[in-house]
């Protein structure tokens, strides 16, 4: 079956715009995440949604970084005001429920210039 | 301290070695461990779960020593697609879905 899928794939823009990231999960699966992971770095968690449940937004870096996923389906990032530093792959994923296995996107590329 | 610690490695071995990575981590409180396998410029994939009493699949063999905080991964008879890096991946509590990812171990199988 399909996997989960994100769009753009890739993203150039300058510093000051701002982007918006889009990320459908697997049909059926209720958990959905959002993580960063910079160059040479490790994965880091920004944010959690679960059914109807108010999401986790712990590891959102700023307040420029806002997300929402509708219907409980698919899940938009939106970066405001973009910096260098926010220059990344930003990968989603989903899960069956919140125990299971989370399948990833192929995750999209940012570049701040 | 980083939650999660690997050696980045490139770990630079030829086919049919065995090679072994392992991993620290730093909450004593964690429950579920993984190891994922992330290929260049893709997305990162369950490689396998790691119990407690150690499990095995095919050339992978995963350990948990609970007491000293570590994990670690062998591959055995290693392949040429086997060339990737290995993240391991430590999940806090039963209920918590924040996953904590170490940066990974460079894994180079040469012919």
């Known amino acids: 079956g399909a996997g989960v899928s994100q769009s753009p794939s890739n993203k150039v823009t300058e510093k000051g715009k701002d982007v918006e990231l889009r990320c459908d999960p697997i049909s059926g699966h209720t958990a959905l995440y959002w993580y960063r992971q910079s160059l040479g770095q490790g994965l880091e968690f920004l944010i959690y949604?679960?059914?109807?449940?108010?999401?986790?937004k712990s590891g959102l870096p700023s307040d420029r970084f806002s997300a929402e996923r509708t219907g409980g389906s698919v899940s938009t990032l939106t970066i405001q005001r973009t910096q260098q530093e926010d220059s990344a792959v930003y990968l989603c994923?989903?899960?069956?429920?919140?125990?299971?296995?989370?399948?990833f996107g192929p995750g999209t590329r940012l570049l701040v210039l | 301290r980083k939650e999660v610690e690997q050696d980045p490695g490139p770990f630079n071995v030829p086919e049919g070695a065995t090679v072994a990575f392992n991993c620290t981590y730093s909450n004593s409180a964690s429950q579920s461990f993984f190891w994922y396998r992330q290929d260049c410029r893709k997305e990162p994939k369950l490689l396998m779960s790691?119990?407690?009493s150690g499990n095995e699949d095919g050339r992978f063999t995963a350990q948990l020593n609970r007491a000293s905080q570590y994990i670690s991964l062998l591959i055995r008879d290693s392949k040429l697609s086997d060339s990737a890096t290995y993240l391991c991946?430590?999940?806090?509590?039963?209920?918590?879905?924040?996953?904590?990812f170490g940066s990974g171990t460079r894994l180079l199988v040469r012919p």
């Open positions: 994923a989903s899960s069956l429920t919140v125990r299971e296995t989370q399948y």
């Open positions: 790691v119990y407690s």
């Open positions: 949604f679960q059914g109807n449940s108010a999401p986790d």
């Open positions: 991946v430590v999940n806090i509590g039963d209920s918590s879905y924040k996953l904590i």
